[in-house]
């Protein structure tokens, strides 16, 4: 394990006051995600005032935890895009506070895939240390591991898409002779279909399973591997509630106005205008611009009865898939798992047979030991966390009767648990805390559609579409977080925050400034 650290330095002062009254132009924001406290971090550098509303009682959205008798069960981060303070990404998460304070953990190890018979492939951040591994596993693929390990290296230049944080790069020529064809061979494919490339059967397996996202665009692979070998996807020591606090802490310095517990319940629309939002109680708030950040499907069909928008925007709930709803396992657990690899992401460990847990069938499981993370337990335990895909329709009819999801919950964690008893003997008796996050736990406390945990999944039909970022037919709207950007993630929160930010003063012919604070 390697770690590196962003401190603290000086915090941006200039314009930390958000004065009622004055002529400054007025930014209603809705949710206190990502997305909506990195607009409202870009619209107070740019001397806008602003008032961001959430339904919850703490930032966050997605990004968040909870803590159950000591330890601390966390519902997102795994890796950080952009945790390296000098690179493209890293820039932004400088100007919005993030990298704060944050000691990051740089994992040797992303995956390991654990197949039924004992076998084990690792998959290292270090590409020359997987080029290597995957060898050893299928030394009859070696023209195609050189190929992807050579993609990778690719996709870890500077002006990889996956690397750009300014898109207008895109539209030089020498970007687009470098690139498209590297799209046109590549963006078409899926995790699954790529894998057939593979001869050797557990590669083929492992490749698959480690992501359990068949439909996965092959290229956020390629993207992933590059950022991990430049030690630029980190896990934040401290996890996701840590990162919320350190923008909540820079959008409040920045004078952002906070109003936690307020439900937005519609959009006040007036000759073809967006003007403000009506709030649960009644309570209405008049403001120049209004912006949704958080769940796209409730924007359009509750808070704005389905009037605005085009039919190809509406179309893409029907047409792009999401990432589908998830259920979180998660144990305290008294044992330190000391032995066990630092694994930043998740281990795929095949199961004996299909096996029909929390609603679906399931051929492997994905478990995460935090024993990088000693701030999510008490000195010698540790958490550990398996998280299923789970079927919205399911969960959402078992919620109707307490009693029954009760019992569904309890038994999908007792399932688990026997796995994990299989692979790690005496597991069960170690468990001093059971916790589950169902579909239906995250549908509401993140209102998100379907409970999905990062919007609309990067497809290869998804990836190159370019989602609008405002409603058709409605002036002053407009859009940003993982509901207009495939992918999803905390880097689409603050680059579609930026971008929207930059739009609303060119509209009103301003120079768009940034601060650093960090
Ligand atoms: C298990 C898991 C693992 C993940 N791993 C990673 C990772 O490793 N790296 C990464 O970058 N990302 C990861 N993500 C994804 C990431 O958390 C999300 O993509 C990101 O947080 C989305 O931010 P957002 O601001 O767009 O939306 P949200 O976080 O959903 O925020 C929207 C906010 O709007 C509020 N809201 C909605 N409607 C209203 C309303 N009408 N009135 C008031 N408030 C409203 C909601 O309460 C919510 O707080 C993960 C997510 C999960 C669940």
């Known amino acids: 394990m390697t770690t590196s650290s962003a401190t603290s330095s000086t915090a941006h002062t200039a314009s930390a006051t958000n004065p009622a009254n004055s002529t ?224 909540e802490q820079r959008a409040r310095e920045l004078g952002c106005r906070i109003h936690l517990g307020t439900r937005v319940e519609k959009v006040l629309v007036e000759g073809g205008k967006a003007v403000g939002l009506r709030l649960a109680g009644g309570t209405e708030h008049r403001a120049d611009y209004v912006v949704g950040a958080g769940d796209l499907h409730s924007l359009i069909y509750q808070l704005l009865d389905g009037t605005h928008g085009s039919a190809r925007q509406k179309g893409f709930f029907d047409s792009c898939p999401i990432f589908e709803p998830i259920i979180l396992l998660s144990y305290g657990v008294r044992r330190e798992f000391a032995d066990h690899p630092l694994v930043a992401s998740y281990v795929a460990l095949q199961l004996p047979e299909e096996r029909v847990i929390a609603g679906a069938p399931h051929r492997q499981i994905m478990y995460r030991i935090y024993n990088f993370d000693p701030t999510f337990a008490p000195a010698g335990s540790t958490v550990v966390q398996v998280m299923l895909q789970a079927p919205y329709e ?20 007792a399932d688990v648990a026997d796995i994990l008893e299989a692979r790690f003997p005496g597991f069960k008796a170690a468990i001093a805390v059971t916790d589950v996050a169902s579909p239906t736990t995250f549908e509401r406390y993140t209102w998100n559609w379907r409970g999905s945990f990062e919007g609309w999944l990067p497809t290869p039909k998804s990836v190159t579409l370019r989602m609008p970022k405002t409603l058709e037919g409605l002036d002053g709207l407009y859009l940003a977080g993982q509901w207009v950007q495939p992918g999803g993630g905390l880097p689409s929160g603050a680059m579609t925050g930026r971008q929207l930010v930059q739009t609303l003063c060119r509209r009103d012919g301003k120079e768009f400034h940034t601060s650093l604070s960090v």
């Open 24 to 247: 400054a132009k007025r930014i209603a924001i809705i949710g206190a995600g990502f997305a909506g406290l990195s607009v409202g971090c870009y619209a107070r550098m740019n001397g806008y005032e602003v008032d961001i509303f959430e339904q919850h009682d703490m930032v966050g959205g997605l990004c968040t935890a909870w803590e159950r008798q000591g330890y601390t069960f966390d519902g997102c981060i795994h890796w950080l895009v952009g945790s390296n303070p000098d690179s493209a990404m890293g820039h932004l998460w400088r100007e919005l506070g993030v990298l704060r304070g944050q000691t990051f953990v740089d994992s040797e190890v992303f995956q390991v895939a654990e197949g039924r018979d004992g076998r084990r492939l690792t998959f290292y951040s270090d590409l020359q240390r997987l080029r290597a591994e995957m060898l050893r596993v299928a030394p009859e693929d070696r023209g195609e591991i050189d190929r992807f390990i050579a993609l990778v290296e690719k996709f870890g230049r500077p002006d990889s898409i996956g690397n750009l944080t300014d898109m207008s790069v895109m539209r030089r020529p020498s970007w687009l002779l470098t690139w498209v064809p590297v799209f046109i061979k590549y963006g078409r494919l899926t995790i699954h279909q790529y894998a057939q490339r593979f001869k050797n059967p557990f590669l083929r397996w492992a490749f698959e399973a480690s992501w359990d996202m068949p439909e996965f665009s092959i290229v956020g692979v390629f993207m992933t591997y590059a950022w991990l070998a430049a030690k630029n996807a980190g896990y934040p020591v401290g996890g996701s509630l840590k990162l919320a606090g350190a923008l």
């Open 394 to 413: 399911h969960w959402k009819e078992l919620a109707k009767d307490r009693a029954r999801y009760l019992a569904a919950k309890k038994q999908a964690a």
